[in-house]
């Protein structure tokens, strides 16, 4: 029995051995990018983007180049076969020579443009705006703006105005080719934001019964704010000043007493005394 033991040992050591290569050899495989690729001088081939790449482009062979890149700093999640990313859209934006990282690329299949860039269950409403409307230009995409709406109220002798949306992302602004009442072309600003289905609702709706304005807000601030909103009447309560009677002369201030031109302090025999001249 004493002399089967170091058999049987060296055979368990031989089978762990065979199972530990084995998954190796898995691993290796289900990683053949990365595994092989940092190889002898301390680099990996990471593929990157040959030109500047905007956001929702579907991503061609000749969009993307390989190089090598420090093993050492190589970026978490980076792509480092064409064929990983060609035929798939992006998500974000790629600058000339950036790393293309799964992060920025879609689902296979999902296709490319605009559809990608929002998330499930969301949707692009594109609004009619004009240069006060969409704040001078500044509403660009990726930015977040509130929308005020004007409007006269039913049954109501006064215009109101509020802010019925918060926080939208805009998708995109720019101009377009419509036909006008009399079936000419002419171009139209237009500006589209990202909305659940009912702020598409409602966001159209106002474009339709009143006029509306974009306010863009700082991109850390996420919060929203409730307003009263304000009505015409109130305008001139809120900066109302008071009224002088024609007639009545202002109200005089007393006029401040000078101060004393010149002043002593005299001491003697530890007594303090003020002198004024």
């Known amino acids: ?115 990608i860039i929002f998330p499930e269950g969301m949707r692009a409403v594109s609004v009619r705006v004009d240069d006060v409307i969409s704040v001078a230009g500044w509403t660009t995409p990726r930015t977040r703006v509130d929308v005020m709406l004007t409007m006269r109220l039913p049954n109501a002798e006064q215009t109101f105005t509020q802010i019925i949306l918060q926080n939208l992302v805009v998708l995109g602004a720019g101009q377009v080719v419509q036909q006008n009442e009399k079936g000419e072309p002419m171009t139209v600003s237009v500006v589209t934001l990202m909305v659940t289905p009912e702020q598409g609702e409602k966001l159209v709706l106002a474009a339709a019964q009143g006029r509306i304005q974009l306010a863009l807000r700082n991109m850390l601030d996420v919060d929203d704010v409730r307003t009263a909103g304000i009505a015409d009447a109130r305008l001139f309560e809120l900066g109302r000043q008071p009224v002088r009677t024609a007639g009545a002369a202002p109200a005089l201030r007393p006029r401040p007493r000078p101060a004393d031109a010149n002043v002593i302090e005299v001491f003697k025999g530890g007594v303090r005394s003020i002198q004024r001249f």
């Open 1 to 115: 029995m004493l002399r089967q033991r170091p058999l049987v040992i060296l055979a368990l050591a031989l089978v762990s051995a065979l199972v530990a290569g084995i998954a190796a050899i898995r691993y290796s495989a289900q990683r053949p990018g990365q595994a092989a690729q940092a190889g002898a001088g301390g680099t990996a081939q990471i593929v990157v983007a040959a030109h500047d790449l905007p956001i929702g482009h579907f991503l061609a062979e000749t969009d993307l180049q390989s190089v090598s890149w420090p093993s050492k700093a190589l970026p978490a999640g980076y792509v480092s076969q064409k064929s990983v990313a060609v035929g798939r859209g992006l998500i974000a934006p790629v600058r000339t020579n950036a790393p293309i990282m799964e992060a920025d690329l879609a689902e296979r299949g999902s296709g490319a443009g605009m559809p």
